[in-house]
C-alpha cells in the first residue's frame, strides 16, 4: 500500500448470502468493530439486502455496494436493476464485472464496459474486478488477459472518472478455493495493472488509483498481502461473512 498516494479500501463482497432481515444486525456488528478505521471499509451486498443495510450504515463509517447492476439506465429488461436505480437509495459503490458474473452469466469485457460507464454516469464509484483462470496462469499468459481487461474495461472512460474508480484483481483460482495467491503474485499482477493504467493515460493516475486484491483473503494472510506496494486493500468474500474476520483484515490494513 501507498498511503500517500492513494486510499486503501477493504471491501466485502456477500455474494448470495445473509438474508435481509439478518443485514441491519450485521452491518451493526460490523461498524463497531471497525469503527475510527483509517481505511474505506465497505460492504457490498445482494440487491435485496441493501435498504437495510443503508440504514444500518448512517452514522459509521460502512459504505454500502451493491454486487452487479445493469447498463441501461431503463426500459423492457425483466428482472434488472439500474445505476439510477442503486443511486437512488443511496448506493455508494457497485462491484462489476466479477468472475462468477462472467462465468455463470455470460459478462463479457463489453459488457463490463459498458457498465463501468453506467455506473460513473450516475455516480456511482466502480470495483472493477479483472483477473485471470487457472489455466490462463498456467499457459503464461495472466499479463495478458489482465492487460486485455482492464484496457476494455476502460474504454472510454475519462482520467478524471479515476478519482472514484477501483480496481480488484481477482485471480479465478484463489476464489473460495481457499488457494491465496502469493503476496508476490498479488503484488506482480497488481503492478502490471498500474502500468496499462500509466500506458493508457499517465502515471499519476496509475500511481493514484486503488487496486485491491480478492481471492481467499483472510484474517491471516491479510496482512502480508496488504504490505504490498501495490496492494492497496481487498476484496473479501468468505471472510467478510464473519464480522471479527472482517475487522481483523481492516486493521491489518492500518
Ligand atoms: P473469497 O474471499 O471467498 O475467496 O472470494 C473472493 C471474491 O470473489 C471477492 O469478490
Not at 471497525?34 to 451486498?45: I, L, P, Q, R, S
Not at 484463489?174 to 495467491?181: E, F, S, Y
Request: hydrophobic share 40%; glycine share 10%; with cysteine.
Amino acid at each position: 500500500m501507498n498511503y500517500d498516494k492513494r486510499k486503501t479500501i477493504i471491501a466485502g463482497n456477500w455474494k448470495m448470502n445473509k438474508l435481509p432481515s439478518e443485514t441491519y444486525d450485521y452491518i451493526k456488528e460490523v461498524a463497531a468493530k471497525v469503527e475510527g478505521a483509517k481505511c474505506e471499509v465497505v460492504a457490498c451486498v445482494p440487491f435485496v439486502n441493501l435498504a437495510n443495510a443503508i440504514e444500518a450504515a448512517k452514522g459509521t463509517n460502512v459504505k454500502i455496494g451493491a454486487e452487479n447492476l445493469h447498463f441501461m439506465p431503463s426500459g423492457a429488461f425483466t428482472g434488472e436493476v439500474s445505476a439510477a436505480m442503486l443511486k437512488d437509495i443511496g448506493v455508494e459503490y457497485v462491484i462489476i464485472g466479477h468472475s462468477e458474473r462472467r462465468q455463470y452469466f455470460a459478462e463479457t469485457d463489453i459488457t463490463v464496459n459498458k457498465k463501468v460507464i453506467a455506473a460513473l454516469e450516475a455516480g456511482l464509484k466502480p470495483i472493477v474486478c479483472v483477473g485471470e483462470l487457472l489455466d490462463e496462469r498456467e499457459q503464461g499468459i495472466t499479463a495478458e488477459i489482465v492487460s486485455i481487461q482492464t484496457k476494455i474495461a476502460f474504454m472510454g472512460v475519462d482520467k478524471s472518472a479515476f478519482k472514484n474508480i477501483v480496481i480488484a484483481y481477482e485471480p479465478v483460482w484463489a476464489i473460495g478455493t481457499g488457494k491465496t495467491a502469493t503476496s508476490d503474485q498479488a503484488e506482480e499482477v497488481c503492478k502490471i495493472i498500474r502500468d496499462v493504467l500509466c500506458d493508457l493515460y499517465d502515471e499519476e493516475t496509475a500511481e493514484g488509483t486503488t487496486i485491491q486484491y480478492g481471492g481467499s483473503m483472510n484474517a491471516g494472510n491479510a496482512k502480508e498481502l496488504l504490505g504490498k506496494y501495490d496492494v492497496d486493500g481487498g476484496l473479501i468474500g468468505g471472510a467478510s461473512l464473519k464480522s471479527e474476520d472482517f475487522a481483523t483484515i481492516v486493521k491489518a490494513a492500518e
